[in-house]
């Protein structure tokens, strides 16, 4: 991600800072640690970023060997307390660097189509990936009975159904129109948004190498996880039956 001094780009890192800053997106209905943590960091890293002269793709394949990194140490190495650490910083890591990489495109002016494609690509390999690590690392290592392994069995479903209609719904949502409608948010909400945070999720195997506590504190978070699921469905839907009697009336 190095940069000749010829090839980086005008102004100092606090200017770049200070500039995405500015252009910061509104932060609703996003969980606390994303809000308050992995943006802010990113912010961080993307000003960096930019100040080496280094591209929003570099900063995404950099995101995607963390990640990896992180996924191939919880699948492969039998957990220990040290373990735990290291897939934690691994995939938080990944984490903010993915977050940078779309500040470091607004910085350079805007993205790129291929370079979003690779982005979501990523981000879905991702979320298709972690539970299947702890399914095999729950198959080598433990817990000892079987019964264990239908959690992230489950919550993979779980988490690539969410995946999935987080992508989808704003592609089937008519575009907006008129000036935005400013909407109050229950400041409750980021908080209780956290167990359903990927971010925060990370966290949790700080506890990998403790053995039962960890599985107890995954198969909770993989029923909160259920639960929004379950809630978010219905509200899509509901929502959609609405557009569609809007275009039934309209027609």
């Known amino acids: 991600m190095a940069a000749t001094g010829a090839e980086r780009a005008p102004g100092g890192f606090r200017t770049h800072l200070e500039a995405l800053a500015r252009a910061q997106k509104p932060s609703l209905n996003t969980a606390a640690y994303s809000r308050l943590v992995n943006r802010p960091a990113g912010r961080v890293v993307a000003a960096a970023a930019h100040t080496l002269g280094a591209s929003p793709n570099q900063v995404t394949a950099l995101s ?134 990927y971010g925060a999720q990370c966290w949790m195997f700080v506890l990998l190498g403790f053995g039962v506590v960890f599985s107890w504190i995954y198969a909770l978070v993989f029923v909160c996880n259920a639960a929004a699921l379950a809630i978010a469905l219905r509200k899509w839907w509901r929502e959609l039956r609405v557009l569609d009697g809007a275009v039934e009336v309209s027609s």
Request: proline share 7%.
């Open 64 to 197: 995607a060997t963390l990640s990896a990194a992180g996924l191939a140490v919880l699948a492969l190495v039998e957990p220990r307390w040290w373990t735990g650490v290291l897939v934690a910083v691994l995939l938080a890591a990944g984490y903010v660097l993915d977050s940078s990489d779309g500040q470091l495109a607004r910085l350079r002016g805007g993205g790129s189509r291929s370079g979003e494609w690779l982005d979501h690509t990523i981000d879905c390999f991702k979320t298709a990936s972690l539970h299947l690590a702890v399914l095999v690392s729950w198959y080598r290592f433990g817990p000892a009975t079987d019964g264990w392994l239908l959690v992230p069995l489950g919550f993979e479903v779980v988490a690539v159904v969410t995946y999935f209609g987080l992508i989808l719904m704003p592609t089937l949502r008519p575009a907006p129109s008129g000036a935005p409608v400013a909407v109050h948010e229950n400041p409750l909400r980021k908080w209780a948004l956290l167990p359903m945070d």
